[in-house]
């Protein structure tokens, strides 16, 4: 076990905030986890992943935990479907990288979204048309309040956009391992974000899991910065979701506004299309950016770029989002 007082959180957030913790400390076992003194740690207690969802807003005056608990174990009865446990250290596209090529079905579209499988249950990421409930079959959590061991089944889990029970009861329940549930039989999910067109040449009747892997890469390598080269936190913003007149409003002047139905008659709407219609495209606020490749995404352009220019440049996009179409964008990402 790690602890390391007055730590450097550079590297540990891919933003790259150049801001301090108190107190850091990574295990390496649940049982390590169990013996500390929660009571005797610098507070508050912040438990993080890979950092990938932070914006820090400046030094944290508590302890910061990470997760080194590292493993997976398959359940294979030779059945279709197949459980897979991870520890929630593991970096979540090693995982789906493992799966996909074990030609598991259910985590492709999942890849390359950076952070770790604790943090990615917690913040029910997604992308491509999947989220990663639709995979989980259960969380392994200690409860703090007197360390026992605690399994919640997905429906438990309160999973919402980008959401669960986990950011509403913060502290509680420290996330050890998740199991997933994915398939061998043939169940490509193609039809958002021209995944299909990204196929184009392939024969869709026999695709592999590992081929949808990597058209997922290259969608999103081509339009996403890397945060080991450019700090960011992937997309800021969570696509809003309005009532369908209010949608119809936008429409009427934008006949070819892109929006998804939702089952109970209200419409998402891309966050990134909104700032893009704005001309946010490239701007900066000192050395932060809206990356020019997809407008949802802030990034640290200079790598010196401070917290509050981040968050200038975020009040100008809410801002001007709310003026133009009366709709309040919610950042995705967590501020600390």
């Not at 999947?130 to 309040?145: H, R």
Request: negative net charge; aromatic residues 8%.
């Amino acid at each position: 076990m790690k602890r390391i007082e007055n730590y450097d959180l550079s590297a540990r957030n891919t933003f790259g905030m150049k801001v301090k913790c108190a107190l850091y400390i990574e295990y390496d076992t649940v049982d390590e986890l169990k013996s500390l003194d929660y009571k005797a740690l610098p507070q508050p207690l912040l438990h993080i992943g890979g950092g990938s969802n932070l914006l820090f807003t400046g030094d944290f005056p508590g302890t910061v935990l990470h997760s080194n608990v590292k493993f997976l174990k398959y359940v294979d009865m030779g059945l279709d479907e197949v459980l897979v446990t991870a520890g929630a250290g593991v970096v979540f596209d090693d995982f789906v990288a493992e799966v996909s090529g074990q030609g598991l079905w259910g985590a492709e579209n999942l890849s390359l979204i950076p952070g770790e499988v604790g943090a990615a249950a917690v913040q029910n990421i997604g992308a491509y048309g999947v989220e990663v409930k639709d995979i989980i079959a259960g969380v392994v959590c200690l409860d703090t309040k007197d360390w026992s061991k605690t399994i919640f089944k997905t429906p438990e889990c309160a999973y919402g956009y980008r959401d669960s029970r986990f950011k509403h009861e913060k502290g509680r329940y420290v996330i050890t391992s998740v199991l997933f549930r994915l398939n061998r039989r043939y169940s490509p999910r193609l039809d958002y974000g021209g995944v299909r067109a990204a196929l184009e040449g392939h024969d869709l009747s026999a695709l592999k899991p590992s081929e949808v892997r990597d058209a997922i890469i290259g969608i999103r390598r081509a339009k996403l910065p890397d945060p080991a080269e450019l700090g960011s936190a992937g997309s800021f913003f969570k696509n809003p979701v309005i009532p369908r007149e209010h949608f119809e409003r936008i429409a009427e002047g934008n006949p070819v506004a892109p929006h998804y139905d939702l089952p109970d008659g209200t419409v998402k709407v891309p966050a990134a299309w909104l700032i893009d219609q704005l001309g946010f495209r490239g701007q900066r606020e000192g050395g932060a950016q809206v990356y020019e490749k997809q407008p949802l995404v802030i990034v640290n352009a200079t790598g010196s770029a401070t917290p509050a220019e981040i968050i200038a440049l975020e009040q100008r996009i809410i801002a001007k989002v709310k003026e133009k179409y009366d709709i309040v964008l919610h950042p995705e990402v967590e501020h600390i």
